[in-house]
Structures are given as C-alpha cells and as structure tokens.
C-alpha cells in the first residue's frame, strides 16, 4: 500500500558475500542509488513485463530505468539498445579513401543513439558526419587553430576505443560531437529523456546547437538495434550513395561553403525513428523550400532554398560535369524584391556561358552562394521553431 501511494519502486542491493536485500525508494532516491552505487552493486528487479505495452531491452540498469520513468516512455517501448563496443568503433575507424560507404554507415549508427552521463541521458535525433581529410571532405575539421578542448580528434583509447564524445564552442554556439580517427560527427537535433530535463525546460533540439548536455570522460553510448542493423547493411556493400532512397534533399548536410566541391554534395546525414517524419527534421539551406509557411507567397528564403535543391540535385545527378541554365534560376526565383538576394541572383545569371553555370570547380560561383546561404540564415533559425514545435507536441502526446 505504501509503495502504491508513495509511488515508491523495489530496489535491491547486492553485498560483498551475495547477500541480497530489497527495499523500496523514491524515483529520485533509485536515480542517485543507481548513479551512484555506494557502498556495494545496487541493481533493479527486472519490471513485469506487459507485452502489448513495453518491451524494454537494455543491458545497463540505469538506462532502463531512465527510459521505464522518462515521460516519453511509450515512444521508446519498443527500441532496443546494445553498449557500444570497442569492434564497432574499430569498424567505422577505417579509412574513408578505400572504405567510402563508411560515410554513410557511420552516420546511421550513431542515429538514434543515447548518450548518458549519470543520471542524465539524450537521444540522437539528427546527425551528420565530416572526414578528417581534405582528400573525402572539404568540409574537414580544421586543425591549425583548434586548442585540444575543442578538437573533437579523439587523443587517447576509452572503454569504446578511439572515440571522443565532446562539447565545443563554434560561431558562438555550443555544439555537440563524436569524433573518430577518421570522422567526427555533428549531432543537429536531439531530445532529452531523463523526466527532471523534461519537466524543467525545453528537451527538444534543432539545429547545430546542443546546450542542455555536456559528456564527460565517464559518458556512455547505447546503439539502437535497428540503427545498427542498417548501419552492417551500409557498411557491406560499397555501392551504396546515401543512406537512405527517400528524401534526398534532408540527407545534405547543413553546410553553408564549398558548393563547388563534389563532397559538399554527400547524402550522408541520418535520422532517429523518432524524426521521420520530414516535419521534426531542422531545415537547412536545401529543405526551406519545404517549410509549410502560412504565406501565400514564397520569401526570398524559400526561392533560395529551391534554387539549392536544383543545384543539389544536378550535382547528385551528373557529378563533376553537374550545370543548370538560366531559365532554371529564373523559374526558381521568379519574381523579387529590390536587394542583396536580387542582386546575388543577377551576378550568378551573368556567369552564364551559352546559357549554362558550371557548378563543380567553379569559384565564382561558389563566392555567390555562400552569400545566398548566408542571407537565409535567421529564416532558417526561426522556421525550426515549427519542427521543435510539433516535436515537442507529438513526444509529449
């Protein structure tokens, strides 16, 4: 009766001669006995178990008990999670140049994956990932000017291996990533799941910046069995060139340079089961032309978007040889207003060679588009309020 009005859980604690005692406790008292462990292995009976409405499947107890409290329960029933192992990490430290598919592979097996430190724990949404090489990636982690806080080049091998889970500062934001030897990965949106985070403040995350977790040197990493199943299927076959058939455009990275480098191009950016629907992903300069605004006329945003997903997709179409005409920039944009966007436009129509703009290997062209990317900037910052929005709605439903 106690433990029904009390909303107290069975706990046992195991000695040092195997002696088992159970007790029962608080929410919050089991959440600091399991995080802290003092004075012998404490471990939680296994919950009964209803099949038609849980089927928890965890090897860390804290975990599970995270997942069995979170608020979010019943979107997480039916996930399973394995440890991350030292043969994992090892698989997906293999060289880009000869392992090409490892782009794609290691992307998908870090989406949907928990990190947890003590008794705070955060889900993967979205996550994209970056060579360390100029030669696979000309958006590579930059190493001339990085103090080693805020490399994410891992320095030393940890339980999982070589693989560093760290917090850095850049353009001004605090952002969130995994690095290997031969990648590191920008985690672009994420949801807590640990009931205090939930109740407190908001625990859904789009875009670039991750400020409500910080990993330590004692953080863990859970894979999610579905997402790792995917990520051997990537792995084995070098032919594949994305990750997933579907929506193409949400696969490009949120990237605002480079656009005359084939590897800018790179469908490798991967989602959770919770973000597949298109309407909880974080926009980007390729996916604002999606964005369902209420205005009856596109913004300047939005055509700019469009006009991306024309370059973009004749890049993924023809590669180095990718072009567009004229008449394509003029049906993306249409009609605009006077500034720095109609100017943008005007500069790269007249670049136009019997009608044509090269993309690939073309610096002027390149020069343009990062204006054009750069203008749409505070559009993209506000429209992810609709995704963290309905997000948000749909996990708390």
Known sequence: MLAKVGDWKPISVITKTGKAYSV???????????????????????????????????????????????????????????????????????????????????????????????????????????????????????????????????????????????????????????????????????VRLDSDSIKSKGFVNMGPETPMFAPTTTTKMYINVESLKHARQLIEDESYESVEQSHLFSQLRQVRSKFHCLSTYTLCRSFSNLAMDIAHRPYTIWTMYDYDSPQQVDSAAKKSSRFFQLVALSVIKNGINAKFNITEVSSAFGTLKDGQTKEIVADIIDLAKEGNVTIINNYSLDRLLKKLAENMTTSIQKANNMPRKLSTSHLQS
Request: glycine share 2%; no cysteine.
């Open 24 to 190: 029962i406790a608080s929410q919050d008292v089991i959440k600091e006995l399991l995080s802290d462990q003092p004075s012998g292995e404490w471990k939680l009976p296994k919950p009964p178990i209803n099949r038609e409405t849980q089927t928890f499947d965890s090897p860390n107890d804290l975990l599970t008990h995270i997942m069995y409290s979170s608020p979010l329960k019943h979107h997480l029933s039916t996930a399973k999670y394995v440890e991350l192992t030292k043969d994992l990490v090892k698989n997906i430290n293999r060289d880009w140049t000869v392992f090409p598919q490892l782009r794609f592979a290691t992307s998908k097996l870090f989406a949907g994956a928990i990190l947890m430190d003590q008794a705070s724990a955060l889900l993967i949404n979205a996550v994209e990932p970056y060579g360390r090489l100029k030669a696979t990636d000309a958006h590579y982690e930059r190493r001339l000017s990085v103090s080693h806080d805020q490399s994410s080049f891992p320095t030393e091998e940890t339980e999982y291996g070589w693989i560093k889970f760290v917090s850095v500062i850049e353009d001004n934001v605090k952002k969130l990533k995994i690095g290997t030897l031969v990648s590191n990965l920008l985690v672009t949106s994420s």
